[in-house]
């Protein structure tokens, strides 16, 4: 029996003999899916046509309608924790774990490639979909990711590492173009995909549907070839995501292997073409269907396996995970844990019908669904329960009834805990949130209720930070994020103290919206979004600027305390350094402690952040235990990327190295002389943002400089193009606002989206995810069903263009751009 680890590298040779025996058309036949979620094979070879699907927190296998928006049913699987929860964790192994558990499930549904970790910073907290991605910090995220992904492949599964690259927002992101500079782009957007690539070589990569500096992910030679692959050393497969190819054959060139889904053959035709007129290498073409091929090929081993997955243990795993990921922000007068004694009023619908993933690609059948309140019976009977809603759980609109009953509720109890949070309405994949904070009910529940009942804990259930302007009210606030299906039962595992809290926020909670370094630049405008913040991003902004925040990044308490001593910094024979550290447990509990190493460069020729994270290490510890925790910091660890040297570089002389349990709480520190030759050259040397309590200040000369030349102006709407989306073309021209009316229809028939108003999230994921499409992907999504000649004659139409409408109404060849 082949080694199930070994993964499509493994199947290399195997892969090659079977292309060497293809023709070009079933060459080029590979070079896309069949339908919505299969890879091609190919019959008269005996290659299997394989399954791959999302992803990526519980898998999401859809037998019949196949959508990429979570319309239509899945099988049930285990709901976990979403990312921006599991994050919280810091925990690689219990990461690990989860990986492993997907990975049986995908053997089981004999699934080939589970699409995800999604790993894209959170560059602002609006970004629709940071619920499904890990952190602000590139380390961090990176870490997890190859966790993640090892405990997948373990099963001899593949993953797919998404969105590559600089996929941050929602808004416009079908085609909207990132502006970024190369350091920022080396040193934060694409270092966890460098850590996750070097750590777990997943099988796949799925590039993004955006722009980057002016190129679409999938056709950039830059990003694919040179730096994934020549840089990293990414042996497997990149995928677009779903419907992202733009121009197939600079995609085949640059390194994209595999279209999804199936565009009805168009652009394997085009393949074919270019490869007929010499215009395409088929010994490129040759290589990229060997990738293609040996991932069915592995696909092709699973249909010998069989594994039965015990849906109670991984229900199990999911609840151990939810309680680890919270994150408890405030506990004053030790209110947490509660006494199982205590009359409690429960308020907030979310403890009934609980608010526990996202919406979109990811969202999950779950095998079974936990909620708080039930959970609560269970262990303290009714006997001493109350409950009022308090809000509406979809819109949560204003509701003074609702409130009047629930602040009577909390009058009568001796604590009142609330749940609230994010309703689904408020975020979801497909658009961006509109503001930081919680519904209006929600915040005035949580303020009527604190003046009613001292003794409030506030329990929050939301994918991303909110502002909290009652933050001073409530006597403890737990944060719990998106939690799973097993969310609930673990709620109340810490509520009583069955378990202790030890999550750690991956991410910073700014005081106000406002605060956030990028917010002046977000999600951008004229199909441009400029990243002026540069390397100020979360905390390394916050800390820089020395801006007060609601919770810092690596913040979170527990019931038990622990103390940090005797920190040793020390160079190995090798040349990496040491830390070590002794961490104590001086609480009458057991529990855990993230151990967070940041190192801090006192003198830099080029900007940096005041300190940036750069080794961390969960340590769980018995109530007066003690253990040395050690770290190593490579040499990386002090280096930044020289854009003009290509390479990491270490400027030598002293570091400070400071241990902390947040960044904002910083125990220990000792400094260290690390040295080094390197000479950073001037592009590196450039002024960055001027950075201050204030924001960050950039200037496009500033700007100018980072990117090392001029700021791209901005696209204006007309002409129309390929890449129009149906948005711009329906708000400049009223034969495109007709066009608009009819593609809709038509698209929204294809994906079998809900009739109008049966689930408001979905009806207006829906309506963004098609008001922002690009006018191309409709052909490419019709399956062949509308040809790029009739969008073009469409185009042609709106841009007053009618001698090119007539040549291609008379048969005119059809032209990409
Ligand atoms: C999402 C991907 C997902 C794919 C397939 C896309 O819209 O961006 O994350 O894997 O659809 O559902």
């Not at 109670?312 to 609840?319: G, K």
């Not at 329990?459 to 933050?471: F, R």
């Not at 400049?732 to 079998?752: C, D, E, N």
Request: hydrophobic share 40%; glycine share 8%; net charge negative.
């Amino acid at each position: 029996m082949r080694d199930i680890k070994a993964g499509p590298q493994a199947k290399h040779n195997e892969a090659a003999a079977l292309v060497a025996q293809m023709s070009l058309q079933e060459k080029a036949a590979c070079a896309s899916g069949r339908k919505f979620w299969h890879m091609q094979g190919c019959e008269r070879l005996g290659l299997p046509a394989v399954m791959v699907t999302d992803g990526p927190h519980g898998l999401r296998k859809q037998q019949r309608g196949g959508d990429h928006a979570g319309l239509n049913a899945s099988v049930p699987a285990t709901c976990f924790p979403t990312a921006s929860a599991l994050a919280a964790s810091w925990d690689v192994e219990l990461i690990n774990e989860i990986g492993v558990a997907l990975g049986e499930q995908c053997v089981a549904e004999q699934v080939t490639v589970l699409l995800g970790p999604g790993i894209n910073i959170k560059r602002h907290p609006l970004c629709g979909r940071n619920f499904e991605y890990f952190s602000e910090d590139p380390l961090l995220a990176g870490e997890l990711a190859a966790a993640f992904i090892n405990g997948v492949q373990s099963q001899g599964v593949g993953t797919s590492l998404k969105h590559y690259a600089v996929n941050n927002q929602e808004q416009g992101r079908m085609y909207v173009d990132a502006i970024v500079d190369e350091r920022t782009l080396r040193e934060i957007y694409l270092r966890g995909f460098e850590l996750a690539v070097k750590k777990s070589q997943p099988w796949t990569i799925m590039c993004a549907y955006n722009r980057l500096n002016g190129t679409y992910c999938g056709e950039h030679d830059w990003l694919l070839n040179q730096v994934l692959r020549g840089d990293w050393g990414f042996r497997g497969l990149v995928v677009t995501d779903w419907g992202a190819t733009n121009d197939r054959v600079r995609g085949v060139r640059a390194g994209l292997d595999l279209e999804m889904p199936a565009s009805g053959g168009i652009n394997d035709r085009r393949i074919e073409q270019a490869v007929n007129r010499g215009e395409l290498d088929i010994a490129l073409l040759d290589q990229m269907i060997t990738r293609n091929v040996a991932v069915s090929l592995c696909g092709a081993d699973m249909a010998a396996r069989s594994v039965t997955v015990n849906q109670q243990s991984h229900h199990a795993l999911a609840r151990r995970a939810a309680a680890e990921s919270a994150v408890l922000l405030k506990n004053e007068q030790q209110a947490l844990p509660l006494s199982e004694q205590s009359e409690i009023a429960v308020i907030g619908a979310f403890a009934r019908h609980p608010r526990y993933q996202g919406t979109g690609s990811s969202q999950v059948n779950p095998t079974r669904l936990d909620c708080a309140y039930d959970a609560m019976l269970e262990l303290l009977g009714d006997a001493r329960l109350s409950y009022a809603p308090g809000y509406e759980p979809v819109y949560s609109e204003k509701d003074v009834a609702l409130l009047d009953e629930a602040v009577g509720k909390a009058r009568g109890a001796k604590v009142a805990v609330v749940f609230a949070g994010l309703p689904e309405t408020y975020e979801s994949e497909g658009f961006d949130r509109q503001h930081m904070r919680l519904p209006a009910q929600h915040d005035a529940l949580i303020e009527a209720v604190c003046a009613a009942n001292p003794n409030t804990i506030v329990v929050l259930c939301n994918g991303a930070p909110v502002e909290m302007p009652w933050v001073e009210q409530p006597r403890a606030i737990l944060e719990c994020y998106l939690g799973g299906q097993a969310g609930g039962s673990a709620v109340v595992d810490l509520l009583f103290g069955k378990i202790n809290p030890c999550g750690k926020l991956a991410e910073t909670f700014p005081l106000h919206q406002t605060d956030v370094p990028s917010d002046r630049w977000f999600p951008g405008a004229h199909r441009q979004v400029q990243y002026r913040e540069g390397l100020y991003v979360g905390y390394r902004f916050f800390d820089s600027a020395d801006k007060p925040v609601l919770f810092p990044f690596g913040h979170g308490l527990s019931y038990t305390k622990f103390e940090f001593s005797n920190l040793q910094v020390e160079q190995q024979p090798a040349g990496d350094w040491q830390v070590r550290v002794d961490v104590t447990n001086t609480g009458d509990c057991s529990g855990a402690e993230v151990v967070q190493v940041y190192v801090h460069d006192p003198v830099s020729s080029a900007y940096r952040p005041v300190q940036e994270l750069k080794a961390f290490a969960k340590v769980k510890l018995a109530a007066g235990e003690r253990s040395t925790v050690s770290m190593e910091l490579a040499r990386e660890s002090f280096a930044l990327f020289d854009p003009a040297a290509q390479a990491w570089l270490v400027e030598g002389g002293e570091f400070e190295i400071r241990v902390g349990a947040s960044s904002r709480d910083i125990r220990l520190s000792a400094q260290i002389t690390v040295d080094s030759d390197d000479q950073l050259s001037a592009a590196a040397q450039v002024t960055g943002p001027e950075c201050s309590a204030e924001g960050c200040v950039v200037s496009d000369s500033v700007f100018g400089g980072m990117l090392g030349k001029p700021v791209p102006p901005a696209e204006p709407p007309r002409p129309f193009h390929m890449n129009t989306s149906l948005k711009e073309l329906g708000e400049h021209s009223w034969l495109g606002r007709r066009f608009k009316q009819k593609v809709v229809a038509q698209f929204s028939q294809s994906l079998g989206a809900p009739a109008s108003g049966k689930n408001p999230t979905l009806t207006r994921m829906f309506e963004e995810m098609a008001n922002h499409m690009p006018l191309r992907s409709f052909a490419l999504f019709s399956g062949g069903k509308m040809d790029f000649r009739r969008v073009q004659l469409v185009l042609a139409l709106c841009n007053h263009r009618y001698l090119e409408a007539l040549r291609l109404l008379f048969g005119g060849e059809e032209k990409w751009d």
